[in-house]
Nanobody, 122 residues
Framework: QVQLVESGGGLVQAGGSLRLSCAASERTFSTYAVGWFRQASGKEREFVARINRYGSVRSIADSVKGRFTISRDDAKNTAYLQMSSLKPEDTAVYYC???????????????WGQGTQVTVSS
């Protein structure tokens, strides 16, 4: 069982930046792909970014491409989502997840964090 804890969310003005962290409880974190997803109020959960277990392959959703980057530090059992040029439409609860597959499908991930709120004011 891997426990994930997200942090770094908060209130930021449009154009600002935040870095989200996803800390894992187990060293097996390094064997998993990591995905970041978000869910705005009244909307379905959507894919944001993913990184494979080796950190060598990444993909970013078109809606945040050029503004968000994903990375991981297996020595710290932590993944990151760097967000810049934030827009009000980025407001959502952001979740990290880990699983054996490098995929954009939420149901394919085995473990999820509790989420962290990101609010972007205009």
């Amino acid at each position: 069982q891997v426990q994930l804890v997200e942090s770094g969310g908060g209130l930021v003005q449009a154009g600002g930046s935040l870095r989200l962290s996803c800390a894992a409880s187990e060293r097996t974190f390094s064997t998993y792909a990591v995905g970041w997803f978000r869910q705005a109020s009244g909307k379905e959960r959507e894919f944001v970014a993913r990184i494979n277990r080796y950190g060598s392959v990444r993909s970013i959703a078109d809606s945040v491409k050029g503004r968000f980057t994903i990375s991981r530090d297996d020595a710290k059992n932590t993944a990151y989502l760097q967000m810049s040029s934030l827009k009000p439409e980025d407001t959502a609860v952001y979740y990290c997840a880990v699983g054996p597959r490098w995929t954009v499908v939420p149901s394919a991930y085995d473990y999820w964090g509790q989420g962290t709120q990101v609010t972007v004011s205009s």
